[in-house]
């Protein structure tokens, strides 16, 4: 059950980030453009679905816990760190580059197209990046 | 490279991100993030915290297929963007998702949408960077 609720969650996130647009480079890189080729769609799609969760989210964390879980598991820091502002940073000027984030170009993957797995590999290696770096900090602390 | 504005369609898409977000909470009790699905997935807790992802994942990938099953045709994705540029940005984006822990879907749907303070600065700092990238690169050292 909660692999089909999660199979199916991920189907309609994937045809809403394919309909949107944030799937397609071209046009998310448009969207950031406004000095050039400039395309608003993008402010719809973010409109449409923080306006969609906001009201959602106010009835379904009203109930006592999830349909299929035992509790709700929400980030419950709200401190702004260097982690957060810097890494944001340097995201977005991977996503300014690329015109692929992490939400559309998993979708993206779908269409087989090999630009799209080059990106995801490309991420991969980053995210990996950070966590080899954090382990041998670690390994570093726990030896000194 | 021109694209047509579609304001009914990126506004019918985002219902639709949104809708998926909202169920991923009811059912499971998570925040619909691309990062936080690719990270459990490549360092996972347990079985049951990487099956619901990996889910997740295949439903994902499985939606430009079931469009063009619908419409006929698979959704647009244009890269106007050199081999060597996709590699460095995606390698980027994977360290800045990972430090600032989300991306456009969880902080930017999702955390902003719970009003948390930490998504709203991820998404001013990532949304004025990713904009000064564009204009440098396509029109200070493109143009």
């Known amino acids: 059950m909660r692999l089909i609720a999660s199979y199916i969650i991920g189907l309609i996130f994937g045809v809403g980030i394919s309909i949107s647009g944030m799937a397609n480079p071209a046009k998310v890189l448009n969207f950031f453009d406004v000095a050039g080729a400039w395309d608003p769609s993008l402010i719809f799609v973010m409109g449409g679905a923080v306006v969609v969760t906001f009201i959602g989210y106010r009835f379904v964390l009203k109930r006592p816990a999830p349909m299929l879980e035992q509790k709700f598991q929400l980030p419950t820091r709200r401190d702004l760190d260097l982690p957060l502002i810097g890494g944001s940073a340097v995201f977005g000027i991977g996503w300014g580059i690329a015109g692929f984030c992490p939400g559309g170009a998993l979708p993206a993957l779908g269409t087989g197209k090999s630009e799209v797995f080059i990106f995801v590999a490309a991420l991969l290696a980053g995210i990996f990046a950070v966590n080899i770096m954090n382990r041998m900090r670690q390994m570093r602390s726990a030896t000194a | ?143």
Do not use: K
């Open chain 2, 1 to 143: 490279m021109e694209t047509v504005f579609t304001p009914w369609q990126s506004l019918g898409g985002g219902a639709l991100i949104g809708v998926a977000s909202v169920l991923l909470m009811a059912s499971l009790g998570r925040i619909m993030g691309a990062t936080g699905v690719l990270a459990g997935l490549l360092y996972p807790a347990n079985w049951s915290d990487w099956s619901w992802r990996a889910a997740v994942l295949a439903g994902m990938v499985s939606a430009p297929l079931v469009i063009s099953l619908l419409t006929g045709q698979m959704p647009a994705v244009q890269v106007p963007v050199s081999t060597p540029m996709l590699v460095i940005g995606g390698f980027i984006v994977g360290l800045g998702v990972t430090y600032g822990s989300g991306c456009t879907s969880g902080h930017g749907v999702c955390g902003m949408a719970r009003l948390s303070p930490r998504s709203i600065a991820a998404v001013i700092t990532f949304m004025i960077t990713t904009g000064l990238t564009v204009y440098v690169v396509r029109h200070v050292i493109g143009g």
